[in-house]
């Protein structure tokens, strides 16, 4: 039996605009008796059919569109919400106001407006998650499609005139899915239940796609044998993917102190000397032989020469935690000191390659790093940032030209007193990270360029940001010590493509740079 009743409540509607308001609304609707199913456990039921199943969140349209062909299952009941002037958010929150009118290419009203929307979505999730539990699912905003904040309902027909009056309206959309927030985080707690694990963590609800989500590679196994079992008693949609999905690059580390996988171009190596002293370098990029061998790139000279008669270990922060890198290879010997031939190329120490490979269950792409760490005298970082540059493969030293600009990483540095860490001779006052400069041309063998560089940062990468490319490693340069102070400062890189063609005509192992890894099973390389 159908039940027509009005509710009727003070209005002050606030359309289009964002700025302070609270709403109340008085609207008429058509509504079955509220079953029980509906008050306690969002369920659907014979009155009430629920969204169709191939709808997906997003394809419904805005507060104004036309509801569905039967009312709504729960009384209709206003919201309330307070907003700020889009004005005064955007003066608490420059940045993000910057953010968005950079990304997006939106004049800075609009992105105000967006910030204040976005302030204002907070306070509305958590009213609208107490008044609505059967039919709320969650919210977020879709900058893309023009700063919608983008409410997901099992009825869509009862919250849209529930948000019609919120601040800033015509940019409110509502949704429908099948699945209420409430059911959700509940079959996320059974499923978290069947598998012993934490809910929220390791068991979390997808909003966007109204879905149930166990995160694996971690605590739960991909292949753990309870898995299919418990997404199947969540009542819910229910998937299982690697923790980390997509991409899997890490951020940027201090090139000083980075002792976490995945082995990447740019960090620190300390080398211990015959004579008990200990000098430092950096590591240039990742190699791997034809036979899925990986090796890590650095200068020659950093282990072959008079204070280098033995078998030089490198070490990750000599000092302290003294993580084990790479060993000075004999057989065959992969490692040479006479210019243009100044490399070393080194296999991992014993069972270090487990240290520094990417997670066997890690996901994502794997790629191939090169650290890029902000420093004061490099302007490009105001904006930027500091982030890893993924290695898409070499350029040739014949295909490099006078005039290219390029980034270096080095690690150098000279600790200040009383810090316990190797001096590597770059003097007090440099900071390590990486720099960009100009080639200025190739008539030494090498590829000379004007980037500051110190002692300590030999073998470190130089490389082309904009796509990745490997060039060469740090072979020397002119005398400087501290702070980078000279804008001609000059440096010279030994080429990568002089270095692989070297090793593999003498050795035949087929050494590449790798694009993909460290990881622990054969990947590929690429080359122009």
Known sequence: MRIRRRVVVAAALVVSTVGAATVALTWEVDADPVPAAATTGGDWSADAPPAPADAPP???????????????????RPVAVTGRPAGQVAQDAPASVTYLSDRYQVPQSEAARRVALQELSAPLAETLAAKYPAEYAGMWLDQAAGGILTIAATSP???RPAVAGVPDATHVKVVPVRHSLRQLTEAAARVAGALGVTVGTDVVVDEQANEVVVLTGDVVAADDARLAGALDTAGAPARAQARKSGSSILKACDPR?????????????DVPRDDGTVGGCTTGFNLRAKSGRYYVLTAGHCVVGGRHQLVDRTWHQYLGPKVPVGVESTSPVLAENAFPYDYAVMPYQDRAIDRWAYPRRGGGDQASLVNYWCVADNPACATKGSHDVKVTGYTAY????????????????????GEQYVDSGAGVGYVPGTRCGEVI????GGIDVRICARPGDSGGPLFTESDGRALGILHDGD???????????????????TILDRVNSRTGLGIQIATRGPTLDPIGSSTR
Not at 61 to 73: E, H
């Open 441 to 444: 041309g190739k008539a030494s």
């Open 398 to 417: 014949s295909a490099v030209q006078a005039g290219w600009v390029v980034c270096a990483t080095g690690s150098a540095y000279t600790p200040k007193a």
């Open 257 to 269: 102190y980075c002792p976490t996988a995945p082995m990447r171009g740019g960090i620190r190596l």
């Open 157 to 159: 027909e009862t919250l």
């Open 58 to 76: 997003g394809t419904a349209s805005g507060i104004g569109s036309p509801t569905g062909a039967r009312g709504s299952t729960v009384d209709a």
């Open 479 to 497: 005398p400087g010590t501290g702070a980078c102070t000279s804008p001609n400062e000059k440096n010279t890189y030994t080429p990568v493509s």
